[in-house]
């Protein structure tokens, strides 16, 4: 059975930093897309950035590019969000997911076919201040 950990969220002034961290375990196979999620408070659920575990392409929202970077450790089970120039729009609570099914990397991308039904973690909250 799979499962996804996060940790490494806390409070920062905006500006700063934070890396999240996953721990993952129960996956059989070796090609599927990993990511990450957030969901603030009164909003939906939007995809911040991804990864194929395979060939390494990696997607992002536009409202991150620049500032986040995701990455994983191979043949590791760790997935990380280093987030660097905080904005107090980051706050959310986020959420580690991965792919139900062994797939592409064309399909990782946010809003992609690898979501339709996939692995949650528990979530872990960043709040930025101003």
């Known amino acids: 059975q799979v499962q996804l950990v996060e940790s490494g969220g806390g409070s920062v002034q905006a500006g700063g930093s934070l890396r999240l961290s996953c721990a993952v375990s129960?996956?059989?196979?070796?090609?599927?897309?990993m990511g990450w999620f957030r969901q603030a408070p009164g909003k939906e659920r939007e995809g911040v950035a991804t990864?194929?575990?395979?060939?390494?392409?990696?997607y992002y929202a536009d409202s991150v590019k620049g500032r986040f970077t995701i990455s994983r450790v191979n043949p590791g089970s760790t997935l990380y969000l280093q987030m660097d120039s905080l904005k107090p729009d980051d706050t959310a609570m986020y959420y580690c997911a991965g792919s139900q099914w062994r797939s592409s990397g064309a399909e990782c991308y946010i809003g992609g076919p690898a979501w339709d039904d996939n692995y949650w973690g528990q979530g872990t909250q960043v709040t930025v201040s101003s």
């Open positions: 990864l194929h575990t395979r060939d390494g392409s990696t």
């Open positions: 129960g996956y059989i196979y070796r090609s599927y897309c």
